[in-house]
């Protein structure tokens, strides 16, 4: 009798792990279903289950929110500006340094047209990027004419590195590094300088001038 009832508890057991194992196995082919649907090879949704404190750089937009006090009327009116940033591009900051260098102190159409014709994938994320920007002064800031931009303000700053391995030959390895950027851009109103980067150039009487000048503070050895 003993012996029949421990066959019949074994039996009991076995039907119900495989009950159990059934269930479970309906539930991970729904789940993949559903996954499938979405988009399963989703790098965005895989990194955010692991990495969700890690969302970069948050105080280059709060310069949005700076209160300046009131002006004199004799003062020069104060231009208005928009701060904007995109943060963890997949893009290396050493190539994004390129473009983000190539649009300081355009204007904003004609930085969207040069655009175009760079070849390079930054330079998508970099207009949309400006894009963003010139929407958010007309819609937030009250600027009046969104063509009426300049780019004050084009950085770029290192962001996340990912490294993983490479298969190498005999059996060796090698370390990739995917590395990530963060681009920072401010929009000014007004014309953009004629010489942002160079400083204006000196007229012949200020040239001559500064040479009577540095004439003028040679030192002359063993003098009085």
Known sequence: MNNLLKHFRKVHTTTSS??????????????????????????????????????????????NKVVHPPQKPDEEPRKGYVCHMRTNIKYSPDKMWYIAAFVRGMSVDEALKQLKFVLKKGATAVKEVIMEAQEMAVRDHNVEYKSNLWIAESFVGKGRVFKGVRRHARGRTGEVRYKHCHYFVRLEE??????????????PAQQLNKWLEQMRMRKVVNSL
């Not at 159990?20 to 996954?35: D, T």
């Not at 980067?197 to 007229?203: A, G, K, Q, S």
């Open 18 to 63: 495989l009950f159990e194992n059934s269930c479970k196995f309906n539930n991970l082919q729904y789940r993949i279903a559903q996954a499938g649907q979405a988009g399963f090879h989703n790098s965005a949704s895989l990194t955010a289950k692991w990495n969700k404190q890690n969302l970069g750089p948050t105080k280059w937009p709060l310069y």
């Open 190 to 203: 007004g014309e953009p300088p004629k010489n942002y980067y160079l400083p204006v150039p000196l007229t």
